[in-house]
């Protein structure tokens, strides 16, 4: 039996950017990967997506993944070689609140941080099986671009492979159950961005229901993806089904905790409803039986707020807080993006939340139309949405789309943090030309 200061169980954003804060502050650190270090977002997720976004072409795409995503998981291996932390390979399971076993090696610490991620969700419809169907991840891994792209959901990833796939020169579908696209996105920006969308030639089927995906035939010599098709039926917004045929289609419908084989009973830990782990406001687990337990659950398995940045903080405060460090993390103001072209990005809560939580606000708008940056870049299609107290006073979020707006939003999300005003935006001078005038050009 090995004991130690603190159990990771995890190496993606949250878990090792938390091994390596503890170790930099004396903890003995064991953290503990079944998979490839780096988690989702480094593996499957964040860094290979980007790797398309920024990439001419779809074989461009797949070179680079090949490179990018090893050299960044080297990186991550060389920041758990501290000597303060041990790596162990294996599946994690727990023994009791303090223990956990990996094969036949058991680890003890007073503090285990569960940091495991998520995995792709799911929609329960017939089909879902099918060759022709495949996650972000089995999208990532086709070595042949599809004629004909079928994606359901038009959140995050969903949006962001449409825009992507579209311009490798992929017909692009979406289907979409809600009346918008990004429902965390301002609904008068998301909507601003699926015309634009719209425009490069993305056909968007939104209040549908997908019903049933079917492989089809397909005679040899025509052309489709693996000789096989794939029938998406669904029900459109006035109660008809309506069917697309497509090469492949991606479902990407959000994704759900994995706990799946840590064996949390044993530790006395009850998962909510959602499957979610639930925890407190320092994301110490809250359903745990045992009167010892100091557990806690940061990142996608707490299901608070599902970023990689967001994990990489929650498992840093945590950190602090078992070394009794007092830090000023605000988790309230927490900036996101979709990197589509263009980019969408938000910090903050949107018009319409602010409204249905009846709180009193002034909103402020700009066009990138307006800004001489924009115009020189060729790059007028955008829009900013600051929300304030009303008399321009404290800055309450922002949502923009438009180039690099998620540059854009991570200035306000500074300002927000420090619970600065409008004008005291305003009052800070900003380069000209650059697009960060057009924050400060709101009225």
């Known amino acids: 039996m090995t004991t130690t200061d603190l159990i990771i169980i995890g190496a993606g954003p949250g878990g090792y950017k938390a091994a390596a804060h503890a170790a930099k502050h004396g903890l003995k650190v064991a953290i503990i990967e079944e998979g490839h270090v780096g988690g989702t977002c480094l593996n499957v997720g964040c860094i290979p997506t980007k790797t398309y976004v920024h990439s001419d072409t779809f074989e461009d795409a797949r070179e680079r993944m090949t490179t990018v995503v090893p050299q960044l998981r080297q990186g991550v291996e060389g920041i758990l070689s501290h000597p303060n932390i041990t790596l162990v390979r294996g599946k994690a399971s727990f ?10 090696e058991q680890y003890t610490a007073q503090n285990i941080i569960i940091a495991t991620g998520s995995d792709s969700k799911l929609i329960p419809v017939s089909g879902i099986d099918s060759p022709e169907v495949v996650d972000s991840t089995g999208l990532l891994n086709l070595d042949k671009l599809p004629q004909r792209l ?5 959140g995050v990833i969903g949006m962001e492979f449409a825009s992507v796939f579209n311009r490798f020169g992929s017909e692009v579908t979406v289907i979409e159950f809600l009346k918008e696209c990004l429902p965390a996105l301002d609904s008068d920006i998301a909507k601003r961005l699926r015309k634009q969308m719209e425009k490069e030639g993305i056909t968007f089927n939104m209040q549908c229901g997908v019903k049933s995906l079917s492989p089809i035939p397909s005679p040899v010599g025509e052309g489709n993806f693996s000789g096989e098709g794939c029938l998406v039926q669904f029900e459109n917004k006035k109660g008809q089904t309506e069917s697309i045929e497509a090469d492949v289609v991606l479902v990407a419908t959000g994704r759900k905790p994995r706990t799946e084989g840590l064996n949390l009973e044993a530790a006395g830990i009850t998962l909510a409803p959602n499957g979610t782990i639930p925890v407190d406001s320092d ?19 707490n299901g608070k ?91 309450l979020s922002a949502h923009i789309f438009g180039a690099h707006a998620a540059d854009l939003v991570q200035e306000v999300t500074a300002y927000m943090n420090l619970g600065a005003t409008l004008q005291q935006l305003r009052d800070t001078v900003h380069i000209h030309p650059t697009l960060s005038e057009v924050l400060i050009e709101v009225n």
């Open 283 to 301: 994301f110490q687990i809250v359903n745990c039986k045992s009167s010892n337990c100091k557990c806690f659950a940061i990142g996608d398995v």
């Open 150 to 154: 079928c994606i359901i959901g038009a």
């Open 95 to 104: 023994v009791d609140a303090q223990s956990v076993c990996v094969g036949d």
């Open 305 to 395: 707020q599902m970023l990689a940045h967001a994990a990489e903080m929650q498992g840093i405060h945590v950190v602090n807080r078992i070394l009794g460090i007092e830090d000023n993390i605000r988790f309230d103001v927490m900036p996101a993006a979709i990197f589509t072209s263009p980019e969408a990005a938000c910090v903050g809560p949107s018009e319409d939340q602010l409204k249905e939580a009846g709180t009193a606000f002034e909103c402020h708008k700009a066009f990138y139309r307006a800004n001489g940056k924009a115009l020189a870049m060729g790059e007028t299609e955008g829009m900013v949405k600051l929300c304030t107290e009303p008399g321009e006073g404290r800055i």
